[in-house]
């Protein structure tokens, strides 16, 4: 992404047919993709999981399709959000961001086999601020789940899930 930025930022700086303002332009725009393709990175390479322990929305949705009895599904951010709308099937064990939280989700994987198909997820805000992901994937991560999945929801519950149609209930 970087080497692309960059070879657009020289190509349009070479171009001797546009004005100095058109190519200031152009210099700011590719110093600004390259800024957030550096974020980006920066971002990723701070989080506990690895790429293939993420789930999209769009491959989680046909998943949940499926209704494999052996998915657990833990939300891990804030009560009243949870109530207000969730994944069908999740439970809540939150929020990640607090010592109450942690405890709560440990107390309920205790009795799940290591090897158990669980798939946590928050949106609470967009993906690189979020304060409970982190905490609750380290937390069963460190209990040895060996098949322990992200849902990755890089705006938000609301804008990666429920405005792009997919299923959510209501309620405690």
């Not at 210099?27 to 800024?35: D, H, K, N, R």
């Not at 499926?66 to 809540?92: C, D, M, N, T, W």
Request: glycine share 6%; proline share 8%.
């Amino acid at each position: 992404m970087q080497v692309v930025v960059l070879e657009l930022a020289r190509y349009h700086l070479s171009m001797n047919s546009r004005g100095p303002l058109s190519r200031a332009f152009s210099m700011l725009a590719a110093i600004t993709l390259f800024a957030a393709s550096v974020i980006h990175i920066f971002a990723a390479q701070n989080d506990p999981w690895r790429q293939d322990q993420t789930i999209s929305p769009s491959d989680f949705a046909k998943e949940l399709q499926k209704k494999e009895p052996s998915l657990k599904i833990i939300y891990v951010g804030v009560r009243a959000l949870y109530q207000g709308a969730h994944i069908p099937g999740a439970v809540f064990r939150g929020p990640g961001s607090k010592e109450e939280g942690i405890a709560e989700l440990k107390l309920f994987a205790a009795s799940l086999p290591k090897d158990a198909n669980i798939v946590i997820y928050c949106g609470c805000c967009p993906l690189e601020r979020c304060p409970n992901l982190r905490p609750a994937f380290s937390a069963l991560h460190d209990m040895g789940f060996t098949h322990l999945r992200v849902l990755i929801l890089p705006t938000s519950f609301v804008a990666d899930w429920i405005e792009k149609g997919y299923p959510v209930e209501k309620g405690p």
